[in-house]
């Protein structure tokens, strides 16, 4: 059973750029939730993915934004990068829309500079 | 506005000892409860859970007690080890809450420190 893995690990981006985050889901995950972690806080819910749809979102910009594919796996975007979007992203997977068996990823790390 | 709370950034405890970390809740809504750990580089790896139906889940050495009426829960570990240091999470649900389900609201964290 392959756990949820996400890339890059690391990340710099200058404001005002875009950038994509990807995840793999956990084998007979159907459903992707991505977070954002700022230092020394606890990670926010940004939005969730199940079956190729948005299902719930966070407070959140609409430059936030995301896909889910037919083998689950996901992508998270942000347009017009700002210092503060700098924090770790994770990646959560789990069965139909659940939060039971929540797996997390280890993140992305993105600075912004 | 900050649903979950964890007012102790950080806790000490020898080896040995019991540890206790407290999370406090302000939805009632909330229906379902997890402790997460989490080392540094690592995302959350789950530890615990509870369900508001209960008051008390026990696996091993971490027991999870549930105080609906004062929207309160807490982490005992028991004997606390020096790899039990890390920070932990915990988190809520609401299950039953329209399309938000499958999401986590988390607290600020507490970092926890075993000592030989």
């Known amino acids: 059973e392959t756990g949820v893995t996400q890339s890059p690990t690391h990340l710099i981006k200058t404001r005002g750029q875009q950038v994509t985050l990807r995840c793999s889901s956990q084998?007979?995950?159907?459903?992707v939730s991505w977070y954002q972690q700022a230092l020394g806080q606890g990670p926010q819910f940004i939005f969730q993915y199940y079956r190729e749809e948005e299902n719930g979102r966070g407070n959140f910009p609409p430059r936030f934004s995301g896909l889910q594919f037919p083998n689950y796996s996901s992508e998270l975007n942000v347009n017009a990068l700002e210092l503060d979007d700098s924090a770790l992203y994770l990646c959560a997977s789990s069965l139909d829309q659940g939060v039971y068996g929540y797996t997390f990823g280890s993140g992305t790390r993105l600075t912004v500079v | 506005d900050q649903q979950v709370k964890q007012n102790s950034p950080s806790l000490s405890v020898q080896e040995g000892r019991i540890s206790i970390l407290n999370c406090d809740y302000t939805?009632?809504?909330?229906?379902?409860f997890l402790w997460y750990k989490k080392y540094p580089a690592e995302g959350p790896t789950f530890l615990i859970s509870i369900s508001s139906i209960k008051d008390k889940n026990e696996d091993g050495r971490f027991t999870v007690f549930l105080n609906k009426s004062a929207k309160h829960l807490s982490l005992h570990i028991v004997p606390s080890q020096p790899g039990d240091s890390a920070v932990y999470f915990c988190?809520?649900?609401?299950?039953?809450?329209?399309?938000?389900?499958?999401?986590?609201?988390f607290g600020q964290g507490t970092e926890l420190s075993v000592k030989p």
């Open positions: 084998s007979g995950h159907n459903t």
């Open positions: 988190a809520a649900s609401g299950t039953m809450i329209y399309n938000q389900g499958g999401k986590l609201i």
């Open positions: 939805n009632s809504m909330f229906d379902y």
